[in-house]
């Protein structure tokens, strides 16, 4: 199928980007275009307007501030992959990267549009909720608000962000010392995860277990913290039989659906083995946390 008609828009700045969405019947931003021109494709979205994000500069790009990496929306995905700034800090931004999508829609795909879509199943919105991210969201009259990514995601392909509002840049505390770890089981290679985790932690200075992160997706509506984990990771304090422990409370604060391959019983049981791998990876011996 082809796309409805629609009126074509390229904004060179993000101001004159909003004030022409102030002006369309029902425009659409258009950032990378991986999920939003499918959808069109398959008159799943018919849009008045297409207002084109790939010409405003102040949108792409990476940098770091006394407190903060900032990534522009607009930033590719490949581009996120291979950023030496981000890699060093975020040590699984090259393995999550990798695990999303295919090489020719990550040379395309953002940053922004990957949050902004939502999808449960999706490994950026996890991999920035594990990183307590902020997010700076522009509106029209040169006005700006900054969401916490806890409060972002609000149900499936649902977030906090008003339709007359633009994301513009993710924020990502600066943490010195962040080991991680990432696991995710799917079908194939490349396709959305049946299950899957990511954990992040830092070793304090007393040689504690601090700042205990743990995220799941594909499990729910939207990825989600397993605050009772994180607590037992810090307790457990390195002793490998505690994180196994640890790990197996993630059977009673996940809730998947059954789906036509997969009951929910299974995924329950793949969401405590990513979560006992996405620990390991970011607790390991050689990180100085398991004993």
């Known amino acids: ?137 522009a509106q029209a009259g040169g006005t700006t608000r900054t969401i916490a990514i806890e409060s972002f995601f609000t149900g499936h392909f649902e977030t906090a962000l008003h339709s007359d509002e633009l994301l513009t840049e993710i924020q990502i505390p600066i943490t010195p010392k962040r080991h991680m770890g990432f696991h995710e089981i799917t079908a194939r290679s490349s396709d959305f995860a049946m299950a899957g985790a990511i954990a992040s932690a830092t070793l304090a200075a007393s040689g504690t277990l601090d700042a205990v992160r743990v995220v799941t997706f594909g499990l729910g509506d939207r990825p989600v913290r397993l605050r009772d984990v994180e607590i037992a990771v810090a307790n457990a304090q390195g002793d490998p039989t505690a994180l196994r422990s640890a790990a197996q409370l993630t059977k009673d604060l996940v809730l998947p659906r059954d789906e036509i391959h997969l009951s929910a019983n299974y995924r329950t049981r793949l969401a405590v083995a990513v979560v006992q791998r996405a620990l390991e990876g970011a607790l390991a011996v050689e990180s100085g946390f398991i004993r």
């Open 1 to 137: 199928m082809k796309p409805a008609a629609f009126d074509y828009h390229l904004p060179g700045s993000i101001d004159e980007a909003l004030n022409l969405y102030t002006k369309c019947e029902d425009g659409r931003f258009l950032a990378g275009g991986q999920s939003l021109v499918p959808m069109m494709s398959l008159r799943l979205a018919a849009p008045s307007d297409i207002i084109d994000l790939n010409k405003i500069k102040e949108l792409s790009g990476v940098y770091s501030s006394d407190d903060y990496i900032h990534i522009g929306a607009m930033t590719r995905q490949d581009q996120m992959g291979s950023d030496e700034l981000l890699c060093e800090h975020v040590p699984i931004m090259n393995a999550v990267i990798d695990s999303v999508g295919h090489p020719g829609t990550r040379t395309r795909g953002t940053i922004g549009g990957s949050l902004c879509h939502a999808d449960p199943a999706a490994e950026l919105p996890a991999l920035f909720l594990a990183l307590d991210a902020q997010l700076v969201v």
